[in-house]
């Protein structure tokens, strides 16, 4: 499902930027969804320049779709979701998954900002998992 996000989030750039220069929209992208700081951090880079084998396209991705572990899913810890505003892997992207947890203790928080939001916005993010994890050790 990101695939179709990135793909629907990438025409609606091609048409708000009237242009079909792929590196144009690549870049416009980049900055909305993925990295919205001036410089990509140095560890960001670095994992990027030595990524492996790529997973967006592959074969074993692209028609999986998450299924419900076994009776014990009940079962399973708490989980905390947290989304960027701008990430092309939006809430449709992960309904999927939060009904796999059969419990209903999912906590999602909305922060402004995209795939990489916990180099944009680092202290924030520490800050909610912090108090996520806090709050689950006292229940």
Same mark, same amino acid.
């Given at each position: 499902?990101?695939?179709?996000?990135? #793909?629907?989030?990438?025409?609606?750039?091609?048409?708000?930027?009237?242009? @079909?220069?792929?590196?144009?929209?690549?870049?416009?992208? %980049?900055?909305?969804?993925?990295?919205?700081?001036?410089?990509?951090?140095?560890?960001?880079?670095?994992?990027?320049?030595?990524?492996?084998?790529?997973?967006?396209?592959?074969?074993?991705?692209?028609?999986?779709?998450?299924?419900?572990?076994?009776? %014990?899913?009940?079962?399973?810890?708490?989980?905390?979701?947290? +989304? +960027?505003?701008?990430?092309?892997?939006?809430?449709?992207?992960?309904? +999927? %998954?939060?009904?796999?947890?059969?419990? +209903?203790?999912?906590?999602?928080? #909305?922060?402004?900002?995209?795939?990489?939001?916990?180099?944009?916005?680092? @202290?924030?993010?520490?800050?909610?998992?912090?108090?996520?994890?806090?709050?689950?050790?006292?229940?």
């Amino acid at each position: 499902m990101s695939n179709e996000e990135s #793909d629907r989030i990438l025409q609606e750039l091609e048409v708000g930027l009237d242009t @079909q220069d792929a590196s144009t929209v690549n870049e416009a992208f %980049w900055k909305r969804s993925q990295c919205r700081l001036e410089q990509v951090p140095t560890v960001l880079q670095e994992a990027i320049d030595n990524i492996g084998v790529e997973w967006f396209n592959s074969p074993q991705l692209l028609d999986y779709v998450a299924k419900s572990t076994s009776r %014990w899913a009940r079962e399973l810890p708490p989980a905390l979701v947290i +989304g +960027g505003t701008h990430d092309f892997v939006t809430k449709s992207c992960t309904e +999927g %998954w939060r009904r796999l947890f059969k419990h +209903g203790k999912i906590t999602e928080v #909305d922060v402004d900002g995209s795939h990489y939001l916990h180099f944009e916005k680092a @202290q924030e993010y520490g800050e909610l998992l912090s108090t996520y994890l806090l709050h689950q050790e006292q229940e």
